[in-house]
């Protein structure tokens, strides 16, 4: 898939998103707009943070992680694509945040506050509204909160609804119509179209863009090893099955394409997986 025109870019373009949520000014006002709270500062630990984790778990990219004076930690990403595995993608986002987050023998309770937001470009829960806000509560007292410190936002703006404040509204509608409607997003529209402008940006762009096409083919390379590897671990463990409750090779051999899994393995490499537990 070619990748979209530089100039064609906005700020529901992830690239874009970035780079504009690199001033602080206008990503500690976002944050401020979508939580309705007021922050004095907020920091960078790093760029596009990226948790690695061991034991060939899924690490994680993470387009804006910023803390606040408080220690509060917030995770906004924006997601345009593949929305369907949302609500399970938070989870694990948060998750590993906080492994990321406690050293080895801290207390938990040690554990930052934070926030992961997803700005999506649809309504993932077709609830109809701007904002769907998830905290962990009590099922039998819902006024009864887990106080783990942890909140999950998603936010949408194809909604009719009276639901939020008029200064978020006008950033989703910026988002989805490009309409700057009030101060902030007159600057986030200057930002995008000054980062338009930027030559390096474009040049940056293109790499960025074939280092995402490199990720998505590593990864598709990856499922299929790890499909193949699965296949001859399962056929062996079937030949090895059978082979106790069967007579001969030939048994072995017709009860094993029967079987629609493994009905493209070659009768030698059945044979050899048989020969081997003889």
């Known amino acids: 898939m070619e990748p979209k025109p530089f100039e064609e870019l906005t700020l529901a373009d992830r690239f874009i998103f970035y780079k504009v949520m690199q001033n ?5 006002r976002l944050l401020e707009i979508i939580l309705h709270v007021e922050i004095e500062r907020i920091e960078y630990p790093e760029g596009e943070k990226t948790i690695e984790v061991k034991n060939d778990a899924k690490g994680i990219r993470l387009d804006i992680y910023v803390k606040d004076e408080e220690a509060t930690i917030y995770n906004v990403e924006m997601q345009t694509v593949h929305t369907a595995n949302l609500p399970q993608r938070s989870r694990y986002y948060q998750n590993l945040i906080d492994v990321n987050l406690l050293g080895r023998g801290e207390d938990y309770r040690t554990l930052n506050r934070s926030f992961v937001i997803f700005i999506c470009m649809e ?4 609830k109809g509204r701007h904002i ?3 905290e962990n509560r009590c099922r039998e007292d819902k006024e009864l909160v887990l106080g783990d410190g942890t909140v999950k936002i998603f936010l949408n703006p194809c909604s009719e609804m009276n639901d939020v404040t008029p200064e978020l509204k ?3 509608r910026y988002l989805a119509e490009g309409i700057a409607a009030d101060e902030y997003t007159r600057k986030v529209e200057e930002a995008v179209e000054t ?3 930027d030559p390096r940006l474009m040049v940056e762009y293109m790499s960025y863009y074939a280092d995402q096409a490199d990720h998505r083919a590593e990864c598709e390379e990856s499922r299929a090893e790890g499909y193949e590897e699965g296949i001859k671990e399962g056929l062996s463990a079937l030949v090895a099955t059978l082979q106790t409750m069967l007579p001969d090779f030939e048994a072995v051999y017709a009860a094993v394409v029967k079987n629609e899994m493994y009905a493209g393995c070659t009768r030698e490499e059945i044979e050899k997986y ?3 537990k003889e």
């Open 24 to 28: 602080k000014e206008l990503c500690k």
């Open 274 to 276: 048989y020969r081997s």
């Open 132 to 134: 769907y806000t998830f």
């Open 170 to 172: 006008n950033f989703l």
């Open 123 to 126: 309504d993932i829960f077709h």
């Open 195 to 197: 980062a338009k402008r």
